[in-house]
């Protein structure tokens, strides 16, 4: 296999989505060239589907399976953490090719995914937007905010996929905040909760990772028992202008899956969709609920 250790913007997908998921990967992650493919490493979580995969340069063809496996398990020989197959390609246009025929029958998930872009000036309130939440950013280092650090973490465990194990995600979820903090740490953005009017419960959260002027929205959530009350409409504008205030940030990403009922949401803040995504995953047997 050819290698290319060569710039970052060399290696930069087509796709935004794909590109802006990479940004979000932490400092420790490998980009590498393959010959038609990028390999994604995040070896400081092994956990993380989308942190560690192949992003093909086109979407699966008759006969590929067998080969994208036989690539993937070569790339990932050394990490035996990994035990997770994750396949994407960088095709903007959605396009399928032949995963149903080739991946979906050896027991892949497929995942479609909509990109959606906002520039800072773009983005509006909402006019059920729920005024009472606090909305700030958690200090990454201090001590003060692991409390609401704990609570996020615990409101991203209940909101997992109902197919995925609960002690898997939990690793995940606590490697990749770890990762996240880093990033934060060294500038590159900031998490936000939107707070009880005391300031003590924590009844959403997202977080933004910036990359220059641009910034991508991560793991938007809202505790079960307080959806529908506007509080992610708030959450969301709330953190675009915080994160355009502090961070210099211009251009918003937000990605979902394609049928994921708060797209309507989005683009009623001012978010368009401008792509269209699609990957396949294979869970272990252990990951699985």
Do not use: K
Not at 163 to 170: C, H, I, K, P
Not at 189 to 200: E, K, Q, S
Request: net charge negative; hydrophobic share 40%; charged share 25%.
């Amino acid at each position: 296999m050819e290698e290319s250790r060569s710039n970052y913007a060399a290696v930069l997908p087509r796709s935004l989505v794909r590109a802006t998921d990479i940004d979000a990967l932490p400092a420790s992650r490998e980009v590498l060239r393959r010959e038609d493919y990028l390999l994604v490493r995040s070896p400081s979580n092994p956990w993380h589907y989308w942190g560690n995969l192949l992003l093909f340069d086109a979407a699966p063809a008759r006969g590929d399976a067998e080969r994208w496996e036989r690539c993937f398990d070569a790339e990932f020989a050394a990490h035996p953490a990994v035990r997770h197959r994750t396949f994407a390609w960088d095709e903007p246009g959605g396009e399928l090719g032949a995963v149903r025929e080739e991946l979906v029958p050896r027991g892949y998930e497929l995942e479609e995914t909509v990109g959606l872009i906002a520039e800072a000036g773009e983005l509006r309130a909402h006019p059920r937007e729920n005024r009472a939440v606090v909305v700030r950013a958690l200090d990454p280092a201090g001590s003060r905010d692991e409390p609401l650090w704990d609570q996020v973490m615990e409101l991203q465990i209940a909101a997992r996929p109902a197919s995925f194990e609960e002690a898997g995600q939990r690793a995940y979820a606590r490697a990749r905040m770890a990762d996240l903090r880093e990033l934060f740490c060294g500038g590159r953005g900031a998490w936000y909760v939107a707070l009880d009017p005391a300031g003590r419960d924590v009844l959403g959260s997202c977080g933004v990772v910036t990359t220059g002027a641009r910034g991508r929205y991560q793991a938007v959530d809202t505790i079960a028992s307080h959806r529908r009350q506007g509080i992610c409409s708030r959450l969301l504008l709330e953190a675009a202008r915080l994160s355009a205030a502090q961070h210099g940030t211009r251009r918003f990403v937000i990605a979902a899956d394609s049928h994921y009922h708060a797209l309507g949401l989005y683009e009623s803040l001012g978010f368009r969709p401008v792509e269209r995504v699609a990957g396949a995953y294979l869970q272990p047997p252990e990951d699985r609920a």
